[in-house]
């Protein structure tokens, strides 16, 4: 079988995606294509992956000292603790920098495990082989690693670390349950409208076959998410200006998050979906975004057979508590607050900046309709 593959050029690393559908048999054949060698390995894996699975994987894996590490993932394991453990793990075996750093999991062991591979003798190699789709169309890609803090919030310490090599099995989704599933699709479908209209309009026709995991649909849709992210973050490596676009929805998706105190009840991906609708409602709003794309993509939300809303889940006494968390995103430098707003699909605009009296007003308003 031909393997697929995309380059990342990035100033810190250049290094490639993989996309296979038979990872374990044919993982040793892509490390010997990228002369990729280390001494020791240490997998750190997802809870959920089967212990069967490591162990296939270890064995195959040529180097001759192999080692795993098994983290539940959750937002509060997200930690200093957990990087600790990987740290005290890797200088117990006395791993060097020319050893490697294996994450097998979602972005929650993805952005722990990076950023201890960062951090451990100032960077060790480290290869990404995400295990849920929101990882394999974003997390693995783009170098952003980090932790959270319990107190101040989510992802505020970590690094740019980008990785050595990203192995992408869509196999591994068979386990996903729905709700991770479109968590990932969310991530998707905000790549295609920053994009273009072609994209778009690609999922609006197949979303049916991409989530029911329909491998050719499923494979396109993954691949298209990854080089549109892959090329935003070759331009803007550090988030210094386009890499914004990415953010289409996750000012207010962070801000849902952190408002339900980041619970079950509203994960990640989920808070990205209505983040992602109530950017396009404000978009619509403020006339940038005109009514035939509003609607479209309004339909293309309701084809996702996703039940939360934010009027469900917040009241209005809730709207203070979620400006103070929009405030408080490290991407916003002053007072105000800066939203990626849409004007078209495939049309993004950055650098908005509102006051947040105005979006109070807005949620005053439409909080019933989102
Ligand atoms: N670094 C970045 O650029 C970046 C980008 C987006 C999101 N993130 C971070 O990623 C995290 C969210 O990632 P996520 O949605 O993958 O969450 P996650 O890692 O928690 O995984 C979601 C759930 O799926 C389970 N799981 C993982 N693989 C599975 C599989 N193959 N089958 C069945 N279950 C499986 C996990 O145990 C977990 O319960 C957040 O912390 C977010 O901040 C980082």
Do not use: W
């Amino acid at each position: 079988m031909k393997i697929k593959s995309l380059k990342v050029n990035t100033k810190q690393k250049k290094y490639s995606i993989y996309f296979n559908n038979n990872l374990t048999n044919e993982i040793n054949k892509i490390l010997d294509k990228e002369r990729f060698k280390f001494e020791k390995c240490l997998i750190v894996y997802d809870s959920k992956i089967k212990r069967n699975f490591v162990e296939k994987l270890l064995k195959r894996i040529k180097s001759p000292k192999k080692y795993s590490l098994r983290l539940i993932s959750s937002e509060t394991n997200k930690n200093f603790k957990n990087v600790n453990l990987i740290i005290k793990y890797l200088l117990k075996e006395k791993f060097s920098r020319n050893d490697c750093v294996i994450s097998l999991g979602g972005g929650i062991v993805g952005d722990l495990s990076s950023f201890a591979a960062s951090i451990f003798k100032r960077g060790i190699k480290f290869i990404n082989i995400p295990t849920t789709l929101l990882a394999q169309v974003d997390a693995s890609i783009g170098g952003k690693t980090g932790i959270n803090d319990k107190v101040y919030g989510k992802n505020l310490i970590g690094t740019f670390y980008q990785p050595d090599l990203v192995l992408i099995d869509i196999n591994f989704l068979k386990t996903l349950n729905y709700r991770e599933l479109i968590c990932g699709y969310a991530e998707i479908f905000k790549h295609s409208l920053i994009s273009s209209k072609k994209n778009f309009l690609y999922l609006d026709k197949f979303i049916k076959k991409i989530l029911l995991l329909k491998k050719s649909y499923l494979t396109r849709a993954v691949i298209e998410s990854c080089k549109i992210k892959k090329e935003i973050v070759e331009k803007d490596e550090r988030e210094k200006n386009l890499r914004q676009v990415l953010n289409l929805g996750h000012t207010f998706g962070h801000a849902y998050e952190a408002a339900c105190n980041y619970t079950k009840n509203l994960n990640h991906g989920e808070a990205v979906i209505l983040g992602i609708k109530t950017a396009v409602k404000f978009s619509f709003k403020k006339k940038y975004l005109n009514k035939i794309a509003y609607n479209k993509i309004m339909m293309h939300i309701k084809k996702i057979n996703f039940k939360l809303s934010v009027n469900k889940i917040f009241k209005k006494k809730d709207i203070n508590k979620i400006l103070g968390f929009m405030l408080n995103d490290k991407k916003n430098v002053s007072s105000k607050i800066n939203l990626v707003l849409l004007k078209g699909i495939g049309s993004p605009i950055i650098n908005k900046p509102f006051h947040s009296n105005e979006i109070k007003k807005f949620f005053l308003k439409e909080l019933i309709n989102l």
